[in-house]
C-alpha cells in the first residue's frame, strides 16, 4: 500500500523559513516522480514544485520560483520542500504527491497517490 506522509509544517513570521517532509513507503521510491501542492482555504489547490525520479529537472509555479526549493533523497525515500522568504499568501496546507512518469509533473490529475497534508500558516 503506497503511502506518503507529510511533516514540518507549522507557524512562521512573515520573511521567515519552513523545511516539509514527505516520506514515502510502498512504492519504488526512484520510480516516482515527487510533486507538492498547496491548498489555501476557499480556494482551489494549485501546483507548488515538482522533481523527477532521479532529481534531474524540477519545476516551480511563478509565485514561488527564487524562493522556494525541492530535492529528494532516494536512500531515505523522502522528498523535501524548503520554503524561504514565506508570505502571508503562502499559508496553505501543503500535500506531495507521487506519480510514475512520463508526465508533465505540473498537473494535479497526473498524480494518484497523495498525502494527507501539513498546515504552513506565515503571521506578520
Known amino acids: 500500500q503506497v503511502q506518503l506522509v507529510e511533516s514540518g509544517g507549522g507557524l512562521v513570521q512573515a520573511g521567515g523559513s519552513l523545511r516539509l517532509s514527505c516520506a514515502a513507503s510502498?512504492?519504488?521510491?526512484?520510480?516516482?516522480?515527487m510533486g507538492w501542492f498547496r491548498q489555501a482555504p476557499g480556494k482551489e489547490r494549485e501546483f507548488v514544485a515538482a522533481?523527477?525520479?532521479?532529481?534531474?529537472?524540477?519545476a516551480f509555479t511563478d509565485s514561488v520560483n527564487g524562493r522556494f526549493a525541492i530535492s529528494r533523497d532516494n536512500a531515505k525515500n523522502t522528498v523535501y520542500l524548503q520554503l524561504n522568504s514565506l508570505k502571508p499568501e503562502d499559508a496553505a496546507v501543503y500535500y506531495c504527491?507521487?506519480?510514475?512518469?512520463?508526465?508533465?509533473?505540473?498537473?494535479?490529475?497526473?498524480?494518484?497517490?497523495w498525502g494527507q497534508g501539513t498546515q504552513v500558516t506565515v503571521s506578520s
Open positions: 504527491a507521487a506519480a510514475e512518469g512520463p508526465i508533465s509533473i505540473r498537473r494535479e490529475y497526473e498524480y494518484p497517490y
Open positions: 510502498g512504492l519504488t521510491f526512484t520510480s516516482y516522480n
Open positions: 522533481i523527477r525520479r532521479r532529481g534531474g529537472s524540477t
